[in-house]
């Protein structure tokens, strides 16, 4: 099945920018996504990315798709300390699926 | 958008009791719906794909008869934990395919606590 991996933690200073990294096996997803989860919430859709582009820009986030090396990427410019969550990368289960597999999470941590 | 609201947010409840978890698409029709388990620190797993008007569909290691899915409406699909124990305590969210929109709708989460 597929396989999603993504660092757990990652520690910037408001203002800098954060860049979520997170590789998966499956290529024949037609959608890549990134959720961003609050603490006692459920998770919100951040952003997407069509498996044809490689590369998504909206306002503060820019997603990075290489598909050769199966690896997608979160960029947020001027992080903010209400940017601090855990984001997920998530891939569908296999191509026509609706099942999602999750990375376990990176937790982003905004330092004032 | 789409919208999947989830209750409750928060329920505890002592071991043996059993716990019912409703979500409902607010504005669109969910013929699927999917319950993920979280544990804390972690991603989320999936547990079972509900389908309006036939079996929920487990996945491999879930109890069927501990975690019973109903999904009798277009709208509503249900998550009851039977005879809950204080391992069952976790966080449980259901998402559905958004309607006419990338992605997945997912609800605002159920934290169970069982004491």
């Known amino acids: 099945g597929e396989d999603v991996e993504q660092s757990l933690f990652l520690s910037v200073r408001e203002g800098d920018s954060s860049v979520i990294n997170c590789t998966y096996t499956?290529?024949?997803?037609?959608?890549l996504y990134w959720y961003k989860q609050e603490p006692g919430a459920g998770l919100q859709l951040l952003t997407y990315?069509?498996?044809?582009?490689d590369m998504k820009q909206d306002q503060r986030l820019t997603v990075l798709l290489n598909k050769k090396d199966k690896h997608l990427s979160l960029r947020i410019a001027d992080t903010q300390t209400g940017d601090s969550a855990i984001y997920f990368c998530?891939?569908?289960?296999?191509?026509?699926?609706?099942?999602?597999?999750f990375g376990k999470g990176t937790k982003l941590s905004v330092i004032p | 958008g789409a919208v999947v609201s989830q209750h409750p947010s928060r329920v505890i409840c002592k071991s043996g009791t059993s716990v019912k978890i409703e979500c409902r698409s607010l504005?669109?029709?969910?013929?699927?719906m999917f319950w993920y388990r979280q544990f804390p620190k972690q991603s989320l797993m999936l547990m079972a794909t509900?389908?309006?008007?036939?079996?929920?569909?487990?996945e491999q290691g879930v109890e069927k008869d501990k975690f019973l899915i109903n999904h009798a409406s277009l709208t509503l699909s249900t998550l009851t934990v039977a005879s809950a124990h204080p391992e069952d305590s976790s966080f449980y969210i259901c998402?559905?395919?958004?309607?006419?929109?990338?992605?997945?709708?997912f609800g605002s989460g159920t934290r169970l606590t069982v004491v």
């Open positions: 998402s559905a395919p958004g309607q006419g929109s990338v992605g997945y709708t």
């Open positions: 499956d290529s024949s997803s037609t959608y």
């Open positions: 990315i069509f498996s044809n582009m």
């Open positions: 998530a891939v569908p289960s296999g191509a026509g699926s609706y099942q999602l597999t």
């Open positions: 504005d669109f029709q969910a013929t699927t």
């Open positions: 509900s389908n309006e008007g036939s079996k929920a569909t487990y």
